[in-house]
């Protein structure tokens, strides 16, 4: 439940970096940035764990990082080439409408089957 807001904070951040003029909503902007991504780490990282068994935690743990760190470094490589086309404007606008289709990717890989996973839960617990 956490990945929702913490999707919706991460862009509200990326598009209000996007439309800054002043020190203050830059700090807001990185403000939002911090709280969504912090809570997109951890969260991401939790749901790694729970839905992997027990014998392949330390696989599971090691392929998160992995697909992490190559994310984190190509990201920004990637999005950068960007810039001399749209600017850093447009380059955060950009950012924040990838992460608000997050929210559906999000949804549909794992969101969906993480509720039904709690319904047959409740249904077997009664």
């Known amino acids: 439940r956490i990945m ?3 999707i919706f904070t991460f862009a509200a951040g990326m598009f209000l970096f996007s439309h800054s003029h002043t020190g ?12 969504g991504f912090g809570a997109i780490q951890s969260s991401t990282m939790a749901i790694a764990v729970k839905i992997t068994p027990s014998h392949r935690l330390g696989l599971a743990n090691s392929t998160y990082f992995m697909f992490s760190d190559i994310g984190m470094g190509t990201g920004p490589l990637l999005v950068g080439f960007m810039i001399p086309f749209i600017g850093y404007r447009g380059m955060y ?34």
Do not use: D, W
Not at 24 to 35: D, N, Q, R, S
Not at 95 to 122: D, E, P, S, W
């Open 4 to 6: 929702y807001p913490a």
């Open 24 to 35: 203050y909503e830059l700090l807001l902007a990185a403000v939002l940035v911090g709280i």
């Open 93 to 126: 606008t950009v950012v924040g409408v990838i992460l608000l289709a997050c929210l559906f990717l999000y949804y549909f890989f794992h969101g969906r089957t993480a509720n039904y996973r709690k319904q047959i839960k409740m249904e077997n617990a009664s």
